[in-house]
């Protein structure tokens, strides 16, 4: 097994949907680990790199949201996409809560499974290796892309690769609304007219972050029917 292949660790006890799973990512060209239990991909992931989680929700012991959870503790910048039989929004926006970076509902399209997987794992075109970082400032808040941390006035937080990739277009965009679909398709790899929360419960989490008061936003704005706007001076 070549180790450029990209690394996707799948959590998911239903045998026959992880086969199926597991046989069309090898044939994308990734390493695939499966594991059936919250708790044994714990233990792997305490000693295995990987690029990739993909976990299920109904799992037995832990659940989905514990293991997300836990899971972020060991590494808070590895990609996590959720999968659940649940529709219901509440259980979208507490995948995304426990720290997962996007949901698929099952029964999902395979082709889509796919992009959703290849969008998640392409590398952010902001990267530039500096071995001087400086820490981008607005507010009380200082964001340091490079090493994925941020200090805000709740204390000094770690950032997933998700929320790396939309500050870093919110950077370096300041002022200028920014459409839905071009978000979407930036950082998830979405197509521009898909429908989905992802991004709005995403930008929920960046408020809950980075603003005084998260129900009044000051730096990430909604712009009503369009996207979003950053300002980096509050108003």
Not at 75 to 85: C, E, G, K, N, Y
Not at 194 to 209: A, G, P, S, W
Request: glycine share 8%.
């Amino acid at each position: 097994m070549s180790d450029d292949k990209p690394r996707i660790m799948l959590v998911e006890d239903e045998l026959h949907l992880a086969r199926g799973i597991c046989f069309n990512l090898e044939q994308d060209g990734y390493a695939v680990s499966h594991f059936d239990r919250g708790e044994t991909a714990l233990e792997a992931l305490r000693v295995e790199r990987c690029d990739l989680i993909i976990l299920d929700v109904m799992l037995p012991g832990m659940d989905g949201f514990q293991v997300c959870k836990a899971m972020r503790e060991l590494d808070s910048r590895v990609p996590i996409l959720m999968l659940t039989a649940r529709s219901e929004d509440v259980d979208r926006v507490s995948g995304l809560e426990s720290g997962a970076d996007d949901y698929l509902t099952k029964p999902f399209n395979l082709a889509e499974f796919l992009l959703r997987v290849k969008g998640m794992l392409r590398r952010s075109s902001w990267y530039r290796p500096d071995p001087v970082e400086e820490g981008y400032q607005f507010g009380v808040n200082e964001v340091y892309l490079l090493s994925y941390r941020a200090k805000t006035a709740q204390g000094e937080i770690d950032l997933t690769e998700m929320e790396v990739r939309v500050l870093a277009l919110f950077f370096q965009r300041e002022g200028q609304v920014i459409p839905r679909g071009e978000l979407l398709e930036s950082v998830w790899g979405y197509s521009s007219d898909t429908e989905t929360r992802t991004l709005d419960n995403f930008i929920v989490r960046l408020r809950k972050y980075f603003e005084p008061d998260p129900t009044r936003p000051t730096h990430f704005l909604t712009v009503r029917g369009v996207g979003y706007r950053f300002s980096r001076s509050g108003v």
